[in-house]
C-alpha cells in the first residue's frame, strides 16, 4: 500500500501551497469514481486530481488527459452546483490518517457565500470523496453512497450528519516520540503507529535491526519516522519511485526504502508528479491486461480451432492418398467376377501386378459387379477430396498464420487505443462479434501511428504495432525503393527502412541492415530468442494478393539474415 498516511501528510501539505485561494474554474467526472478540477491560481492553472478507486484512490496534482463522458453524471453536475467558481480556503490531512480535507468558500444560489467541505477518504475499497456543508456537519453528496444496509455505523447519504471514520487505538505517526519496548515486528509497529505502510515499517525495523539483534525496538525507529516527517514539514522530502526490470512502478514514497535498493530509481520534484506517475503507469499496465485478456482468449480459441481442423484435415488427406488399393480392389474384382459367389464376405485373388494373393472385402448383400463399382466410387471420392483437402488446407493455413500475428500484436500492445484498433480490426474479418454500439455508430478510427527508431546513421525505421497498421505501413505509406523487412516465417511486424534522397537496398551497409533485422526480430514472436531469420526486400517487390487478410503479404526477390533481437539505445 503506497498511499499511506504519510503520502497523504506530504500531499496535503504541497496542495496547500499550491492551491490555496485558487479558483474553481470546472469539474469534471471522467470515470464513475473519479474526479478532475481544474483550479486558476496566481501561479497557472492546474488540475487536481481525485480517485476513490478501491486500487488507486489517491489525491495529486496531474498533467495526463481523461476522456471525459459526453453526459456529466449527477455527483459531477451537483458539484459544479455547489463548489464551481468556489476559492480554496486549506487544503489539510486530518490526524495522520489517509483522509484530505479541502475547505472551499462559495456562493449559494442567493448569493451568500457558504462554506463547503471536500473530504477525500483513501482507504481501499472503502475510498470515497463526499462533500458536506461546514456549518451544518450535513453530508450534500458522496461519490459512492453508503446506505445503514451496507454499514450500520456509519451512512454517506444525502442530508445525513457526516461522520469520519471510526478511530482506531493508536499514535498518529505525527505524535511519535517513543517506541522502545515494542516487539521487533512490522506488524506490531503498524498496530501501534497509525498512518505508515507496510514498507514504512519495515523500513523503521532495518534501522532497529541495524542497532542491536534485540527482540524489542531500540529509539532508532521512532527517531527515523521523526526524521521522515521533519523532512515533509522543512521542504527537503524527495519523491521517488522504484521502478523493476520490465519498466513496472513496485513502490513509491518520499524516502528511502532499502528493500528496494536493487531496483531503478526515478526521483521527482514534487510528490504529485511521483503520485500520479506510479499509478498512471500501474494503472496503464493493470487495464491494457484486463481488456487484452479476453480479446487475446477469443483469438486464441480461434486459433486452436484452427490447428484442430489442420490436423483433421491432414489426416483426411492422408486416407484420401491411400486410396489406391480401392481402385485396385475395383480391378481385380471386375477381373475375377466369375469367383465371386452370392453371400461370400471376402474373396482371395492374385493380384496381378506382384503375383501375391490378396484378400479383398466384401459387401454380402450385393453381387461382385456392385461390389467393384463400389471400390472404384470409393476411390473416385477419395481423389476428388485430395483437392478438396488441399485447398482447404491452405485456406486453413492462412488462418493459422494470420491468428498468430494478431496474437503477436496483442501480447504487444501497450496501450488501450492500439487493443481497440486490433478489435475493430478482428470485427471486421469475422472472428469477433461486433458489439453493439459499434453496429450502430462507426468509431472514428485512429491515425495509424507506427514506432518510430533511428539507426546508427540517422536512417529512420518504421515498425507496425498491428496487422491493419501494417497494410497501411507496407501498401500506402512505404515508397517503392524503402526497404521492407519481416522475420522469416514467424509472426511480426512489418518493418520499413525510409530510403531518402534516392537511395536504395544497395547503398545500406551490412551493419544497417543487421542493426534493422535485430529491430524486425525483437518485434516478432521471436524477441526472447537468438538467432532469428530476417527476410529484407525492396518494397517494389512486395504484394498484397487480393481478399487477403490484414497484413498478409506476398513477396519475391528478398534476402535472409540471422540476427539477434535488440533495439537501438
Same mark, same amino acid.
Given at each position: 500500500?503506497?498511499?499511506d ?27 464513475r469514481?473519479?474526479?478532475l478540477?481544474?483550479?486558476h ?20 496534482l ?34 495522520g490518517?489517509?483522509?484530505? $480535507? ?13 462554506c463547503?467541505?471536500?473530504?477525500v ?22 461519490i ?22 471510526p478511530?482506531?487505538d493508536?499514535?498518529a505517526?505525527? $505524535? ?21 505502510s ?16 534485540? =527482540?524489542?525496538?531500540?529509539? =532508532? ?5 521523526t526524521e ?5 514539514d ?6 521517488r ?23 531503478e530509481?526515478?526521483?521527482f ?18 487495464i ?25 484435415l ?7 492418398e ?21 453371400g ?23 453381387g ?19 483437392? $478438396? ?16 500475428s ?15 484498433s ?26 495509424p501511428q ?8 540517422g ?12 497494410d ?6 512505404a ?7 519481416h ?13 531518402e ?21 525483437y ?27 490484414p ?9 535472409t539474415v540471422?540476427?539477434?533481437p535488440?533495439?537501438?539505445?
Amino acid at each position: 500500500m503506497a498511499y499511506d498516511g504519510i503520502i497523504t501528510y506530504a500531499v496535503a501539505k504541497e496542495l496547500n501551497e499550491r492551491i490555496s485561494l485558487g479558483k474553481i474554474e470546472k469539474v469534471y467526472q471522467p470515470g464513475r469514481e473519479e474526479l478532475l478540477v481544474h483550479i486558476h491560481t496566481a501561479r497557472g492553472n492546474v488540475r487536481l486530481f481525485m480517485s476513490a478507486n478501491s486500487q488507486s484512490a489517491r489525491v495529486c496534482l496531474t498533467e495526463d488527459t481523461y476522456t471525459n463522458p459526453d453526459q456529466p453524471p449527477t455527483f459531477c453536475m451537483l458539484l459544479r452546483k455547489h463548489i464551481q467558481g468556489g476559492r480554496i480556503t486549506e487544503v489539510r490531512a486530518r490526524d495522520g490518517e489517509r483522509i484530505i $480535507e479541502i475547505d472551499i468558500e462559495a456562493q449559494n444560489e442567493l448569493g451568500f457565500y457558504v462554506c463547503r467541505r471536500l473530504i477525500v477518504e483513501i482507504m481501499a475499497k472503502h475510498s470515497n470523496i463526499v462533500l458536506i456543508d461546514t456549518e451544518t456537519g450535513k453530508i450534500i453528496d458522496a461519490i459512492k453512497r453508503i446506505s445503514i444496509d451496507v454499514n450500520r455505523y456509519r451512512q454517506l447519504l444525502p442530508g445525513v450528519i457526516y461522520q469520519y471514520p471510526p478511530k482506531q487505538d493508536k499514535i498518529a505517526f505525527t $505524535e511519535v516520540h517513543e517506541l522502545t519496548g515494542l516487539p521487533c515486528a512490522d506488524k506490531a509497529l503498524m498496530a501501534t503507529v497509525s498512518g505508515i505502510s507496510p514498507a514504512i515499517s519495515r523500513e523503521m525495523l532495518r534501522y532497529c535491526r541495524d542497532d542491536d539483534d534485540a =527482540a524489542t525496538l531500540s529509539a =532508532a525507529p521512532s527517531k527515523r519516522l521523526t526524521e521522515i516527517v521533519g523532512a515533509i514539514d522543512d521542504g527537503s522530502a524527495v519523491a521517488r519511485a522504484y521502478i523493476d526490470e520490465e519498466g513496472t512502478p513496485r513502490e513509491f514514497h518520499i524516502t528511502d526504502l532499502r528493500e528496494y535498493e536493487g531496483l531503478e530509481e526515478k526521483y521527482f520534484d514534487t510528490v504529485s508528479e511521483c503520485v500520479e506517475f506510479f499509478y498512471s503507469n500501474r494503472e496503464a499496465s493493470n487495464i491494457v491486461r484486463q481488456k487484452a485478456h479476453p480479446l487475446l482468449r477469443s483469438v486464441q480459441g480461434s486459433l486452436d480451432k484452427a490447428l484442430l481442423k489442420k490436423k483433421k484435415l491432414s489426416e483426411d488427406l492422408l486416407n484420401a492418398e491411400n486410396s489406391d488399393k480401392y481402385r485396385l480392389y475395383g480391378e481385380l474384382l471386375t477381373a475375377n467376377i466369375h469367383m465371386i459367389k452370392p453371400g461370400m464376405r471376402k474373396v482371395t485373388v492374385t493380384n496381378y501386378y506382384n503375383g501375391e494373393p490378396i484378400d479383398i472385402p466384401l459387401d454380402e448383400k450385393i453381387g461382385a459387379s456392385a461390389n467393384a463399382q463400389r471400390y472404384f466410387k470409393k476411390y473416385s471420392k477419395a481423389r476428388v477430396a485430395i483437392h $478438396e483437402k488441399q485447398a482447404q488446407l491452405e485456406d486453413n493455413a492462412k488462418d493459422i498464420e494470420y491468428l498468430e500475428s494478431v496474437v503477436q500484436s496483442i501480447e504487444a500492445a501497450d496501450n488501450v487505443p492500439l487493443l481497440e484498433s486490433i478489435r475493430d480490426e478482428l470485427e471486421e474479418t469475422g472472428y469477433v462479434r461486433r458489439r453493439q454500439k459499434a453496429a450502430q455508430r462507426k468509431r472514428k478510427k485512429d491515425k495509424p501511428q507506427p514506432i518510430k527508431y533511428q539507426l546508427s546513421d540517422g536512417t529512420e525505421v518504421l515498425v507496425g504495432r498491428n496487422n491493419t497498421e501494417n497494410d497501411w505501413l507496407t501498401i500506402k505509406h512505404a515508397s517503392k525503393t524503402d526497404v521492407w523487412m519481416h522475420t522469416k516465417d514467424i509472426p511480426g511486424s512489418h518493418v520499413i527502412i525510409k530510403m531518402e534522397d534516392g537511395r536504395n537496398v544497395d547503398d545500406l551497409s551490412a551493419e544497417l541492415i543487421y542493426e534493422a533485422a535485430s529491430i524486425a526480430a525483437y518485434h516478432s514472436k521471436a524477441s526472447g530468442s537468438d538467432n532469428v531469420p530476417v527476410d529484407y526486400v525492396p518494397v517494389r517487390y512486395v504484394k498484397k494478393p487480393n481478399g487477403a487478410k490484414p497484413g498478409m503479404v506476398i513477396f519475391t526477390h528478398n534476402q535472409t539474415v540471422y540476427v539477434t533481437p535488440k533495439i537501438p539505445e
